[in-house]
């Protein structure tokens, strides 16, 4: 599975952007999804996930609330809808993918396949 994020950009405070993650490979439906961020100086950090269907979504406490993971399985695509930024979602957002039995997901260790990460900025 090969991993193309993109929509990273200058935003301000308070703004909301879309994030997409386009996966190759026909085994995508497979996997469950996730985006990661790392901020400057910072470790990488679980943003958000879903599992195989998209069915069951998990959020890290930062974002909860604000983003809204969802995938469609036709096209490959896994997205992050943000909104309300705040300049500490100033990161790189990288897209996963995990292969995890079941949908009930209780840690997002084990990444199978990392993308390329896109950049979001935040102003104040």
């Known amino acids: 599975v090969q991993l193309q994020a993109s929509g990273g950009g200058l935003v301000q405070a308070g703004a909301s952007l879309r994030l997409s993650c386009q996966a190759s490979?026909?085994?995508?439906?497979?996997?469950?999804m996730a985006w990661f961020r790392q901020a400057p100086g910072k470790e990488r950090e679980f943003v958000s996930g879903?599992?195989?269907?998209?069915?069951?979504?998990y959020y890290a406490d930062s974002v909860k609330g604000r983003f809204t993971i969802s995938r469609d399985n036709t096209k490959n695509m896994v997205y992050l809808q943000m909104s309300s930024l705040k300049p500490e979602d100033t990161a790189v957002y990288y897209c996963?993918?995990?292969?995890?039995?079941?949908?009930?997901?209780?840690?997002?260790?084990?990444?199978?396949?990392w993308g390329e990460g896109t950049l979001v900025t935040v102003s104040s």
């Open positions: 879903l599992d195989w269907s998209g069915g069951s979504t």
């Open positions: 996963a993918a995990l292969f995890k039995i079941g949908s009930i997901i209780d840690n997002w260790s084990g990444v199978n396949y």
């Open positions: 490979g026909n085994t995508f439906s497979s996997y469950a």
